[in-house]
């Protein structure tokens, strides 16, 4: 019989990545946990074969009900910045979350955690923080976890930070992180990264794997564009912090800017060699560009 994983945030990205793979992987049954039952994301789900349910994370018997029957789980939490107390309300959904996993007695959770920011450095980073109270959590009930900790996705360079045109094929990478060289990685990694883990469940109980295809200055992630999308030149924008959250104007926006202000200081550690480990066909940023030409190029031009 195949083991059952349920998957919380199918609909997201990373989420979304780990019930792909899983799929793919054809030794699992798949239980993909989204908010919404008519999303493109679930659709594809469905008819790849996984197991679609709505969760509510505000309800306890809805979690249960995700949880029931299965063996394993990947825990990816969402932090909702319009909610009156965003920190409040995820580490209390993530909680719950630990709560049921205890009660079902799943046998491997992984969960996508990251480190204490306010702890550590009196400024808060509320979609970090919370995760991190989460994680703290699940170590407290004694589960039997596994903690992944990533990145930058370089997906992000097609979305909130889409390089911006400045003049003719000219773009700026408004990324605040200064001569700090950034972490990143490709979310459709995270995916044969977790299943790995689940795969190996005795080796990696316990752990935390802080996950890295490599590290770059945003004016060598800028060469690099440049390399690959001739005519197009970009280059470093050499935003501060304190210029990006004045300017994001987005809820969450200072949430954002003490997350790179906290890459700066070099606090995270990130371990390139063990993400090889655990995929070796991980791509590193040129290899994803090189890969990914066409879409970038399509996002660039729209």
């Not at 994680?135 to 930058?152: C, H, Q, R, S, W």
């Amino acid at each position: 019989m195949p083991e059952t994983v349920t998957v919380f945030g199918a609909d997201r990205e990373e989420g979304n990545s780990v019930a792909v793979f899983l799929l793919q992987d054809g030794m699992w049954k798949v239980r993909a946990c989204v908010a919404d039952l008519s999303s493109p994301h679930a659709k594809v789900l469905e008819s790849a074969g996984a197991d679609i349910i709505t969760v509510n994370y505000d309800d306890e018997s809805s979690i249960d009900i995700a949880l029931k029957d299965s063996d394993k789980c990947f825990v990816l939490t969402n932090t909702d910045f319009l909610a009156p107390d965003p920190l409040q309300t995820e580490i209390k959904q993530g909680y719950r979350i630990a709560d049921s996993c205890m009660k079902h007695k799943i046998k491997h959770v992984v969960i996508s955690g990251h480190p204490h920011v306010h702890r550590r450095y009196g400024f808060p980073a509320r979609h970090m923080d919370a995760k991190a109270c989460i994680n703290d959590y699940m170590a407290e009930l004694g589960l039997p976890k596994t903690e992944v900790i990533f990145p930058f996705f370089f997906e992000n360079f097609l979305t909130t930070f889409r390089p911006v045109l400045i003049g003719h094929n000219t773009y700026q990478m408004a990324v605040p992180v200064g001569e700090t060289a950034m972490d990143a990685i490709s979310v459709k990694q995270v995916g044969p990264i977790v299943v790995s883990l689940l795969k190996n469940s005795q080796r990696w109980i316990g752990k935390s794997c802080c996950l890295s295809a490599g590290k770059l200055r945003i004016d060598e992630y800028a060469t690099i564009l440049t390399q690959h999308l001739r005519p197009k030149y970009f280059k470093d924008a050499r935003i501060s912090v304190r210029t990006f959250v004045e300017t994001n104007g987005e809820p969450g926006a200072q949430d954002l800017g003490n997350m790179f202000e906290f890459w700066k200081k070099g606090s995270q550690k990130m371990n390139a060699a063990l993400t090889l480990e655990l995929y070796p066909g991980i791509k590193q940023f040129s290899q994803w560009v090189s890969a990914n030409k066409e879409q970038i190029q399509s996002v660039l031009d729209s």
